[in-house]
């Protein structure tokens, strides 16, 4: 494509908040084991809709990162909005070389769809860095179920996204020190993208007018859908335990 919608505005078309995201949230809260008063960071935060629903659900200081700063403008306003900017922060970052100290986070959360372009090992071995021992990381990843073709691999590149088989997303965590790992499915059936070409024709205009149309009807968004759809990628949620190594 010449030129591409933002993750955040695509993850929109393709994930709506209400269907897919926020029940996606619901789980990893659980998994978490989430409560008030933990310190709660999340990479890769789009427009700001995770950390404010964090933020207002468990009453608990929560930040987000992310390298698009228009996302993060966009994030900033909807804490004002929301009357929860004393809670929830915002800030624009390298994902693979984060602003923070070793060791400050209770919880961290790692969505990879909103870091296109970005080195998912990297980001793993930074969210184990500022994660206290033996807090938690979560870690949001598209997975290949069976091996892919070199042309399916290089198309979902266009969008920005290098899905990893599940072993291999394994292994980035734990050469990153973060152990006890547990691997859940987020949906099969491809049901963790929005299904319907009229549905996405439609959330893309509402999205980006006809910049979304050319998006959803271009080769990369329909061999996404696809791949989703015939549970060759599929959606993880990989949870594990920061390792108290120095």
């Excluded at 961290?108 to 980001?123: E, N, Q, Y």
């Excluded at 050469?175 to 319907?196: C, N």
């Amino acid at each position: 494509m010449p030129r591409r919608l933002p993750a955040t505005t695509l993850l929109h078309v393709l994930q709506p908040w209400k269907q897919i995201e926020e029940p996606l949230h619901r789980r990893v809260a659980h998994l978490a084991d989430a409560h008030h008063g933990s310190e709660t960071l999340w990479i890769g935060c789009g427009s700001g809709r995770s950390v404010l629903w964090w933020a207002k659900r468990f009453e608990t200081v929560t930040a987000g990162i992310d390298p698009d700063p228009k996302t993060i403008e966009q994030a900033e306003q909807r804490a004002r909005d929301a009357g929860l900017s004393k809670l929830a922060t915002f800030q624009v970052a390298d994902p693979t070389d984060l602003p923070h100290e070793d060791r400050v986070y209770d919880t961290v959360v790692v969505h990879i769809l909103h870091l296109p372009d970005t080195d998912g090992k990297k980001v793993l071995l930074e969210a184990s860095r500022v994660t206290r021992p033996m807090g938690t990381v979560l870690v949001l990843v598209p997975a290949w179920t069976q091996t892919p073709t070199e042309k399916d691999v290089a198309i979902l590149r266009g969008l920005g996204f290098s899905p990893h088989m599940s072993v291999e997303w394994k292994s980035f965590c734990r050469d990153a020190g973060i152990v006890e790992l547990r691997v859940e499915e987020v949906a099969t059936e491809g049901a963790w993208l929005v299904s319907g070409r009229l549905q996405l024709l439609l959330r893309g205009w509402r999205a980006a007018g006809w910049l979304g149309i050319r998006t959803v009807l271009s080769r990369e968004v329909r061999t996404l859908c696809s791949l989703a759809r015939k549970r060759v990628l599929g959606f993880s949620i990989i949870k594990g335990t920061r390792w108290p190594h120095d």
